[in-house]
């Protein structure tokens, strides 16, 4: 009964691929985000959704491309990965734009 | 655009001593928040403050929000090994829109 799921866990590819991250939550909430952590622990956000609408789309390369099939899912589409692209991403939710809820974070290692 | 500073960016403390971390805002904010990452965790939400001056507490934690709403600060009593991870501020100014301060990562020795 995890609140805030993503899949995979751990991805490790090559330069150039394409990859997908998947994050769904059970709370119910309205807003979902996704967040990328640098190795220096840095949080920076990348995109929130609030009831499948594009909210925030901060400075991200267009190779990143989020898609929310509904209100309870948020997955990232990766195109042409890049060695800087590796990082742990996290998908967090939020019930009214107040507190988040993350979720365990996915650690993308490109080689 | 807006910045959120926090310092110090690592702080080392021995059990049962007090710390304080601060988070600076350049632009005034409609709320802050904190929270706490533990080694190899995610962040967990602690608390938020939205009110001019407000003072909350839990247990051996206290937050501040500064007057001017641009400065909040976490103050932490007695230090526990169960303290140790990364805290960060995340500040909002607009809706929707988290500016998060690099944490403070804390180390606790015994």
């Known amino acids: 009964d995890t609140a805030v799921s993503q899949t995979p866990k751990y991805l490790v590819t090559q330069m150039g691929n394409d990859k997908s991250i998947k994050c769904e939550q059970n709370l119910g909430h309205d807003t979902m985000y996704w967040y990328k952590q640098d190795s220096k622990k840095f949080l920076k956000i990348m995109f929130s959704?609030?009831?499948?609408?594009?909210?925030i789309n901060e400075t991200v390369p267009n190779r990143f491309s989020p898609k929310s099939p509904d209100k309870a899912h948020l997955n990232l589409h990766i195109n042409s990965l890049e060695l800087g692209d590796s990082a742990v991403y996290f998908c967090a939710s939020s019930p009214n734009n107040y507190e988040q809820y993350f979720g365990p974070g996915t650690r993308l290692t490109v080689t | 655009g807006q910045q959120v500073m926090q310092i110090p960016q690592y702080q080392h403390v021995q059990e049962g001593e007090d710390f304080t971390t601060y988070c600076n805002s350049s632009t005034t904010l409609s709320n802050i928040q904190w929270y706490k990452q533990r080694p190899g965790g995610h962040p967990v939400f602690l608390i938020q403050l939205v009110k001019s001056g407000e003072v909350k507490k839990q247990k051996r934690l206290t937050f501040q929000f500064g007057e001017a709403k641009k400065i909040s600060s976490l103050h932490i009593t007695a230090t526990q090994t169960t303290d140790v991870g990364t805290y960060f501020c995340a500040g909002q100014q607009s809706w929707g829109k988290f500016q998060f301060g690099a944490g403070t990562q804390v180390v606790v020795t015994p």
């Open positions: 959704y609030n009831n499948k609408e594009l909210i």
